[in-house]
């Protein structure tokens, strides 16, 4: 009863050097060598207590977490970095033999619970198949809650990253084994559901998600697990210490406006005030999808504009949407921090970047929070996101909405399971919609974003609070391309080509329309 304590993936720790030796923390210090900054910034670490009275300072200075996390970059090597079309986690990988690592717990109010538990289904066995590697342990936790309430074990499978979810359980179901419940993206799903997938039209929590729901000629054969979503990033005291005004986002109504605000941090003296990820899954998927997304704003729009472009119908220098999202990217590409060579951008760094205060936007999505975190943001900062821009009309939804939608499904086979393995996973994904303790846990425990309108628990973070405010009060809108799975990697090298400069708008335009011819 009460509390449960629930841990959380222990966090890299990162430092920032500095030469002011009021900036010392008694509790972490690390030794700097003025002479040898990047080789021994990271592998000298210490592990004692007291750190000040460190006997290895060797001409150098005392260090203090938090105050920055440029200089750890140039040291940090691991990156855990998992993508997809429509969600994406990218962070620093945790050093799991560091003794200095934190588990940190996120109490669970355990005391009130009035789901309705069908004691018939105790004992029984169901598997999950996870492919959000970063909610495993979460899930572990959760499946663990969950048998202790309704006496229904389940195993949570993982996928390593970078495996294909879609290969993955093709091969279970291959083998004749497949998950009871299988996460999966959405064109996974639209792919396997008909023939693999129970019908799951008639539950009760669709109603509470109804604008989130993947449908299939009609029927409903997958859960929403979490929204994510994406557009441009600012930090809203970074702009205001530039400007010396205060910064409200909601002023910013157009592409204008934004143009406007990115020459006044110019001319105020931040010279590029965006960072740009040179990935292709940031480009070909991320940025170009806005092509199809923005065609309406829904995700029957966008499958009609590829339709179009499948069958010849739609002549791409003529579409609308294709030359205002030139012109919003080629805005970003002037205001760019690695202008000079965008391909040799850093990932890594951009989140520093912003953190520190030598951008004050970065186009990406909720996922990119913990790099925010790890390079010194807090949970209390003020960060949001701005719409992707596309042209000068106020009235255009695509200029005061981003873009949020479901990025990860939860599939129930309809093949192997059992009646009461289909009964039990039923009850687990009510649990997760209707239990008070359910609903705690996908937000608090996976740090998710919830679909369903009736959980009343909101995320921590600062991306992920506005994206959930945003889609609570209409200002998101929820459309996904479901594209062939080159697409991303094909027109993100096409993207990348442009975007350094060796194509012009032309050669991009004949790009995408050779790939849509070849379809």
């Not at 109010?109 to 495993?136: H, P, R, W």
């Given at each position: 009863?009460?509390?449960?304590?629930?841990?959380?993936?222990?966090?890299?720790?990162?430092?920032?050097?500095?030469?002011?030796?009021?900036?010392?923390?008694?509790?972490?210090?690390?030794?700097?060598?003025?002479?040898?900054?990047?080789?021994?910034?990271?592998?000298?670490?210490?592990?004692?207590?007291?750190?000040?009275?460190?006997?290895?300072?060797?001409?150098?200075?005392?260090?203090?977490?938090?105050?920055?996390?440029?200089?750890?970059?140039?040291?940090?090597?691991?990156?855990?970095?998992?993508?997809?079309?429509?969600?994406?986690?990218?962070?620093?990988?945790?050093?799991?033999d560091d003794p200095n690592a934190v588990k940190e717990e996120v109490p669970i109010d355990m005391t009130t619970d009035t789901f309705q538990y069908d004691t018939s289904l105790s004992g029984t066995s169901?598997?999950?198949?996870?492919?959000?590697?970063?909610?495993?342990?979460?899930?572990?936790?959760?499946?663990?809650?969950?048998?202790?309430?309704?006496?229904?074990?389940?195993?949570?499978?993982?996928v390593t990253d970078g495996d294909s979810p879609y290969t993955k359980v093709v091969s279970l179901y291959n083998s004749g084994n497949p998950p009871t419940l299988s996460i999966l993206d959405t064109t996974?799903?639209?792919?396997?559901?008909?023939?693999?997938?129970?019908?799951?039209?008639?539950?009760?929590?669709?109603?509470?998600?109804?604008?989130?729901?993947?449908?299939?000629?009609?029927k409903v054969y997958s859960f929403p697990l979490c929204i994510e979503g994406r557009g441009i990033i600012y930090n809203k005291s970074v702009i205001e210490d530039t400007l010396g005004t205060e910064f409200?986002?909601?002023?910013?109504?157009?592409?204008?406006?934004?143009?406007?605000?990115?020459?006044?941090?110019?001319?105020?003296?931040?010279?590029?005030?965006?960072?740009?990820?040179?990935?292709?899954?940031?480009?070909?998927?991320?940025?170009?999808?806005?092509?199809?997304?923005?065609?309406?704003?829904?995700?029957?729009?966008?499958?009609?504009?590829?339709?179009?472009?499948?069958?010849?119908?739609?002549?791409?220098?003529?579409?609308?949407?294709?030359?205002?999202?030139?012109?919003?990217?080629?805005?970003?590409?002037?205001?760019?921090?690695?202008?000079?060579?965008?391909?040799?951008?850093?990932?890594?760094?951009?989140?520093?970047?912003?953190?520190?205060?030598?951008?004050?936007?970065?186009?990406?999505?909720?996922?990119?929070?913990?790099?925010?975190?790890?390079?010194?943001?807090?949970?209390?900062?003020?960060?949001?996101?701005?719409?992707?821009?596309?042209?000068?009309?106020?009235?255009?939804?695509?200029?005061?909405?981003?873009?949020?939608?479901?990025?990860?499904?939860?599939?129930?086979?309809?093949?192997?399971?059992?009646?009461?393995?289909?009964?039990?996973?039923?009850?687990?994904?009510?649990?997760?919609?209707?239990?008070?303790?359910?609903?705690?846990?996908?937000?608090?425990?996976?740090?998710?974003?919830?679909?369903?309108?009736?959980?009343?628990?909101?995320?921590?973070?600062?991306?992920?609070?506005?994206?959930?405010?945003?889609?609570?009060?209409?200002?998101?809108?929820?459309?996904?391309?479901?594209?062939?799975?080159?697409?991303?990697?094909?027109?993100?090298?096409?993207?990348?080509?442009?975007?350094?400069?060796?194509?012009?708008?032309?050669?991009?335009?004949?790009?995408?329309?050779?790939?849509?011819?070849?379809?």
């Amino acid at each position: 009863t009460g509390f449960v304590k629930v841990p959380q993936k222990p966090k890299t720790k990162l430092w920032k050097i500095t030469k002011s030796k009021e900036n010392i923390d008694e509790t972490h210090c690390q030794c700097y060598d003025k002479d040898n900054e990047s080789n021994r910034l990271l592998d000298r670490l210490h592990k004692t207590k007291d750190r000040t009275s460190c006997p290895e300072i060797t001409g150098g200075i005392v260090m203090r977490k938090k105050f920055s996390a440029r200089a750890a970059a140039l040291g940090m090597s691991g990156v855990l970095l998992t993508s997809a079309l429509t969600g994406c986690t990218f962070g620093f990988a945790s050093d799991p033999d560091d003794p200095n690592a934190v588990k940190e717990e996120v109490p669970i109010d355990m005391t009130t619970d009035t789901f309705q538990y069908d004691t018939s289904l105790s004992g029984t066995s169901i598997v999950i198949m996870n492919t959000k590697a970063e909610i495993q342990t979460a899930l572990e936790e959760i499946a663990k809650v969950f048998e202790e309430k309704a006496g229904v074990h389940i195993e949570i499978m993982p996928v390593t990253d970078g495996d294909s979810p879609y290969t993955k359980v093709v091969s279970l179901y291959n083998s004749g084994n497949p998950p009871t419940l299988s996460i999966l993206d959405t064109t996974d799903v639209i792919a396997l559901a008909e023939e693999k997938a129970a019908d799951l039209s008639n539950e009760a929590w669709t109603g509470e998600a109804e604008e989130y729901l993947t449908k299939i000629n009609g029927k409903v054969y997958s859960f929403p697990l979490c929204i994510e979503g994406r557009g441009i990033i600012y930090n809203k005291s970074v702009i205001e210490d530039t400007l010396g005004t205060e910064f409200d986002p909601s002023d910013i109504k157009t592409q204008d406006d934004f143009a406007a605000l990115l020459q006044s941090l110019r001319d105020n003296g931040m010279k590029n005030p965006i960072s740009m990820a040179k990935e292709d899954w940031s480009l070909g998927a991320h940025q170009l999808q806005y092509i199809y997304e923005t065609y309406n704003g829904t995700s029957d729009g966008a499958a009609e504009v590829i339709n179009e472009l499948k069958d010849g119908t739609l002549y791409l220098p003529d579409y609308t949407r294709m030359n205002e999202f030139l012109n919003t990217f080629d805005l970003l590409k002037e205001y760019n921090v690695a202008k000079g060579d965008p391909l040799g951008a850093d990932y890594d760094e951009m989140a520093i970047d912003l953190a520190d205060g030598k951008t004050a936007f970065w186009f990406n999505g909720n996922w990119a929070w913990p790099n925010l975190e790890e390079a010194g943001a807090e949970t209390t900062d003020e960060y949001g996101f701005l719409p992707y821009f596309l042209n000068n009309d106020p009235d255009d939804f695509v200029n005061s909405k981003i873009q949020a939608s479901p990025s990860k499904q939860i599939m129930l086979d309809d093949i192997v399971a059992t009646d009461e393995q289909k009964a039990a996973a039923k009850e687990f994904l009510n649990w997760l919609v209707y239990s008070e303790i359910g609903q705690q846990m996908v937000v608090k425990t996976c740090s998710l974003i919830p679909p369903f309108k009736n959980n009343p628990n909101e995320p921590s973070d600062p991306l992920s609070r506005d994206i959930y405010e945003k889609v609570q009060n209409g200002g998101a809108f929820n459309a996904s391309a479901i594209v062939p799975n080159d697409h991303w990697s094909v027109l993100g090298a096409a993207m990348q080509k442009y975007l350094a400069g060796r194509s012009d708008r032309e050669e991009l335009i004949d790009s995408i329309q050779a790939y849509w011819d070849e379809q």
